[in-house]
């Protein structure tokens, strides 16, 4: 069995999280993951914090709306893009996704929250002192889970093609 | 050391690749790892497409203007996201990043080629017969690397911070 394929097939989205801390080793390791996500033209348009004090956490969680369990995590990382380069979005959601991987690598869970396209993205921005040149593209919360939720996918005839598409 | 960080922290974009094909079991398990990625609200807005015929690839990469070496790749897959569903930008990126790992973890290189915001964004949609309500984000052409690029990153100040940003 190949390890990073088990380690990609096996992650869940984790809201549930075990009074445990999570060590800096695992926390410099996980943002270095997330620092070499691919990025268009090499720009790295983004800025990536690690918020770990009780008071933060528990503002953050009460202005996003499906991420109330942020106040119950031990770390949250938030990542923001900045605007003016073309694909921030994209390159800010792959340096999410090598973060969150880079955790599970470590058996520590996450969950991605959204932040771009929220009414909060800005209130979060001022929260943390980023620049107006960058806007909030996602919230981290991470913990050893306390439970790894089933997920229900897409069977593959739905999603995948070969050659050419031609409907189901 | 962790092999789960190893794959992912060890990855670069590949654009030159070896005469050699790759096996089904390794572009099966690169798609299922697409396919389990992060996805808001588990929407899985997308259809990802497995291209090998030569003669499409070379149509391909015509009109990608920084994608020509997609010609000279064994294969290319096309991710496609659904229009209408909110997160779909950040739901492929994620689909694309774990595609690209999955690739690695078996010692393929791929690179991310732009889709979504190009100007042949449509023109490949229809080459590919995909429905309208779907856009193209991504291409990943990929094969064993004939050479694997050493990168640049950003210092770790610049783009990571604690608890609350201050500028360097």
């Known amino acids: 069995m190949n390890i990073g394929i088990t380690v990609i097939k096996s992650r869940r989205s984790v809201r549930s999280y075990r009074d445990a801390t999570i ?11 997330a620092a070499l996500a691919p990025t268009a033209l090499n720009a790295q348009p983004w800025l990536i914090g690690t918020v770990r004090e009780k008071e933060m956490l528990r503002k953050i969680a009460d202005l996003a709306d499906y991420g109330k369990f942020i106040a119950t995590a031990p770390v949250c990382f938030a990542i923001f893009g900045k605007r003016d380069e073309k694909y921030y979005l994209e390159d800010c959601s792959a340096a999410t996704t090598q973060l969150i991987l880079g955790l599970w690598a470590y ?7 959204a932040g771009d396209k929220k009414g909060y ?18 919230l981290v919360p991470a913990g050893y889970p306390a439970e790894v939720p089933t997920i229900q996918k897409k069977k593959r005839e739905e999603i995948l093609f070969s050659e050419r598409f031609s409907a189901p």
């Not at 060590?23 to 993951?33: N, Q, R, T, V």
């Not at 058996?107 to 929250?113: E, K």
């Not at 993205?121 to 996602?138: C, M, W």
Request: proline share 3%; hydrophobic share 40%; net charge negative.
């Open 23 to 33: 060590s800096e080793e695992i926390i410099h390791d996980a943002l270095d993951c």
């Open 107 to 113: 058996g520590v869970g996450s969950c991605w929250v």
């Open 121 to 138: 993205a800005e209130e979060v921005r001022k929260l943390l002192g980023i620049p107006k040149t960058y806007t909030l593209i996602s």
